[in-house]
């Protein structure tokens, strides 16, 4: 496995992680264990935390990976990206503003996020995991540049 799949796989186990450390700490939290639920979010968000740095370190110092599927696939897998994208980045916020709630023992309004941060975060890692899919396992394409040699120009 090279540095252009194994940075994206170790990260997409991230995603898988944490969305299964979410869907235990969900049922914690059903069964009225406070504490181990809270333990159990917490990883979660380190989890990731993890991904998105390896995500963004990947980007900035290796690049990313072009679409290789035919082309009468790829405008549907662009519009699939971008309704990952942005699900990915509302989930980010949710995740955090739920976290806040919690951490500042707002439980009422962490009850009422945290129903919402769910789903949301569930459809997230469902479709990275898809986008992980196209890209390395069904249609493997080329390498973009790293961000810093598109900034610099080199």
Do not use: C
């Amino acid at each position: 496995m090279d540095v252009f799949t194994l940075f994206p796989t170790i990260s997409t186990s991230f995603i898988v992680i944490s969305a299964v450390l979410v869907a235990i700490g969900w049922a914690l939290i059903i069964k009225g264990k406070r504490e181990a639920h809270k333990k159990t979010m917490i990883a979660a968000a380190v989890a990731a935390l993890l991904f998105f740095i390896i995500y963004m370190s990947r980007t900035v110092f290796i690049g990313n990976t072009s679409w290789g599927g035919p082309d009468n696939l790829k405008v549907y897998y662009q519009v699939f990206l971008i309704f990952h994208i942005v699900l990915a980045s509302v989930a980010a916020v949710f995740g955090i503003t739920t976290l806040v709630l919690g951490f500042k023992e707002k439980y009422a309004k962490h009850r009422k996020w945290g129903r919402t941060t769910l789903v949301i975060w569930f459809f997230t890692a469902i479709t990275g995991v898809a986008v992980y899919i196209l890209l390395y396992m069904l249609y493997p394409g080329g390498h973009t540049k790293p961000v810093w040699e598109v900034i610099l120009g080199a």
